[in-house]
T-cell receptor, first 110, second 114 residues
């Protein structure tokens, strides 16, 4: 079946540090991959997406590359800000079967 | 992208009463909507898939008689928590998605049962 495994948190970084949150997936066929962000008390917002192998999704300085050979979609940002503190979810959609990772809480300290 | 509106954003109810949460797809006709539950500091747990004009499909372990889902039109799905108890207190989120596209989420409903 379809599933997502995500790096466990919490992750605490200083401002301007480099961020990596690992995500790997299991799926049949060719799923679309996503990163969502959730701020306290809110629903999930799409951060970025990639729909086929080798696609790179990017938004707000965040990037993730769809790696079919390693079934991965790791999230990276070169220099985090305090405002990036949130919970990040990796997800896949395989023919309307949407699956989420466990979420990684990121705290960025000034 | 699709805009999903969820109402109310928060509700407090007494134990034993029922609460209805609405999820509206404002600019997309959604034959399928999804309901999730999220406990503090945890991930989303899919509760059920709401199908327009037919019965919802519940995930294993979710009580269908307790969490009533109605999807009477292409733009509205409702989740009713019946005979609510404190352990039902949680954050409930709905979403709309189709094919292999991204999901669009409502803003969530914080339910507190006292």
């Amino acid at each position: 079946g379809n599933s997502v495994t995500q790096m466990e948190g919490p992750v605490t970084l200083s401002e301007e540090a480099f961020l990596t949150i690992n995500c790997t997936y299991t799926a049949t066929g060719y799923p679309s991959l996503f990163w969502y962000v959730q701020y306290p008390g809110e629903g999930l917002q799409l951060l970025l997406k990639a729909t086929k192998a080798d696609d790179k999704g990017s938004n707000k300085g965040f990037e993730a590359t769809y790696r079919k050979e390693t079934t991965s979609f790791h999230l990276e940002k070169g220099s985090v800000q305090v405002s990036d503190s949130a919970v990040y979810f990796c997800a896949l959609n395989n023919n309307n079967d949407m699956r989420f990772g466990a979420g990684t809480r990121l705290t960025v300290k000034p | 992208g699709a805009v999903v509106s969820q109402h109310p954003s928060w509700v407090i109810c007494k134990s034993g009463t029922s609460v209805k949460i609405e999820c509206r797809s404002l600019d997309f006709q959604a034959t399928t909507m999804f309901w999730y539950r999220q406990f503090p500091k945890q991930s989303l747990m899919l509760m059920a898939t709401s199908n327009e004009g037919s019965k919802a499909t519940y995930e294993q372990g979710v009580e269908k008689d307790k969490f009533l889902i109605n999807h009477a039109s292409l733009t509205l799905s409702t989740l009713t928590v019946t005979s609510a108890h404190p352990e039902d207190s949680s954050f409930y989120i709905c979403s709309v998605s189709w094919g292999a596209a991204e999901a669009f989420f409502g803003q969530g409903t914080r339910l507190t049962v006292v």
